[in-house]
């Protein structure tokens, strides 16, 4: 997998005048970590909005701060945008530790087709869309998929429960909760 590299400097522009930054095309970040000194840096908004397009919550950023020798491992942790328009206001990024587990939302993505679904009248229903899990940041999915050929019979169901992952992953989804459902479609 590629590596994903974003370039910052150290922020000096704070509360807010930081509009200004925005205007010239910079958006302000904020880079916190457990143990770690909080940093406000800035980068460029075209580049941070590539950036968070490939790696969303669950891919691991290189973030290169200028003036720094080392690159450090960061995840995307908060996204603030201006209501109406959805204007990148600001990004805060999480430094982890190796050797720390960390607890994220992955997202379930639902792969193949349901042998079910061939039968007119029929209609998927989703349930949860993501799963709670712990795990080191180097073992952390981008998501998790869920195949759906095993549902071949109407009212037949995927639960949370069913779904395989790696031993160095902990689920903290509850396992009752359905994922997804061969329902039949009810006209009134």
Do not use: W
Request: charged share 30%; aromatic share 4%; with cysteine.
């Amino acid at each position: 997998m590629e590596v994903l590299t974003l370039l910052t400097s150290k922020r000096e522009i704070l509360g807010k005048k930081t509009r200004f930054l925005r205007r010239q095309g910079i958006t302000p970040t904020h880079l916190f970590g457990h143990g770690l000194e909080s940093l406000s840096l800035q980068c460029d908004t075209a580049k941070l909005q590539r950036i968070m397009a490939q790696a969303g919550r669950t891919r691991p950023i290189s973030l290169e701060i200028e003036g720094d020798k080392q690159p450090r491992s960061v995840f995307i942790r908060e996204i603030q945008r201006a209501e109406p328009g959805g204007q990148l206001l600001h990004v805060d990024f999480y430094q982890v530790r190796k050797t720390e587990k960390m607890r994220v939302d992955v997202p379930i993505v639902l792969v193949g087709e349901a042998p079910a679904m061939k039968e007119k009248g029929r209609i998927l229903t989703r349930g949860v869309t993501s799963l709670s899990i712990e795990c080191l940041p180097d073992k952390l999915p981008p998501q998790v998929e869920v195949d759906l050929s095993s549902l071949e019979e109407l009212e037949q169901a995927i639960y949370v429960r069913d779904i395989t992952l790696s031993p160095d992953i902990t689920n903290f989804t509850g396992p009752d909760q359905l994922v997804v459902k061969v329902s039949e479609v009810h006209v009134e």
